[in-house]
């Protein structure tokens, strides 16, 4: 699930390349454990669909950040 939060410029995310940071629970028996994750590196990008898909894209564009800028994740190794 895709959530912005505040003013954010979401068409400033598109056609870019993301890294991934963020803390993770894992499980480590009864417990959970907290870890940090960075990828250090791009794993991933929030394409722009083609102009034959959305020919109104040059007339402005509302994203909606649960449809639209869902992330294309190439790989994740995580440590």
């Known amino acids: 699930m895709i959530e912005a939060y505040g003013g954010a410029i979401l068409s400033s995310f598109v056609d870019r390349p993301l890294a991934l ?5 894992v499980r480590k028996g009864n417990q959970a454990v907290t ?14 669909v083609c102009i034959h898909q959305n ?5 402005g564009f509302k994203y ?16």
């Open 21 to 25: 940071a963020c803390r993770i629970l």
């Open 35 to 48: 870890k940090l994750i960075d990828s250090k590196k791009a794993i991933a990008i929030i394409p722009n």
């Open 55 to 59: 020919r109104d894209i040059n007339k």
């Open 64 to 79: 909606n950040p649960q449809i639209d800028l869902v992330p294309i994740v190439d790989r994740v190794i995580i440590n």
